[in-house]
Nanobody
Framework: VQLQACGGGLVQPGGSLRLSCAVS????????MGWYRQAPGKQRELVADITAGGPSHDGITTYADSVKGRFTVSRDVARNTVDLQMNSLKPEDTAVYYC?????????????WGRGTQVTVSS
């Protein structure tokens, strides 16, 4: 399984960015997909994730308290992507963002990570 992230960049405070992560397997083969971030000198933390759901129902989302109401995670079945729409960005959102996906198989979890993409929020 491969994950390919894109969409990072430099944005001013209050601006928006959209991250997208293409996954090399069918969305419904995954348990959860989402985004983590790591700022300099800090541990990697969960930003948001979404369960795969099914053909007739959406996945269940989880958000870090610091991004609730500003970020939206979604998965696109047709494009095989997991996306992160980031609005009202703050300087403290500056970090390397990593997309993530995991699969459950015979009682074990297999985790996959994409390469990070830099998001910088600065005036």
């Amino acid at each position: 399984v491969q994950l390919q992230a894109c969409g990072g960049g430099l944005v001013q405070p209050g601006g928006s960015l959209r991250l997208s992560c293409a996954v090399s397997a069918n969305i419904f083969s995954f348990n959860k997909m989402g985004w983590y971030r790591q700022a300099p000198g800090k541990q990697r933390e969960l930003v948001a994730d979404i369960t795969a759901g099914g053909p007739s129902h959406d996945g269940i989302t989880t958000y870090a308290d610091s991004v609730k109401g500003r970020f939206t995670v979604s998965r696109d079945v047709a494009r095989n992507t997991v996306d992160l729409q980031m609005n009202s960005l703050k300087p403290e959102d500056t970090a390397v963002y990593y997309c993530y996906a995991d699969q459950l198989y015979i009682g074990r979890k297999y985790a996959y990570w994409g390469r990070g993409t830099q998001v910088t929020v600065s005036s």
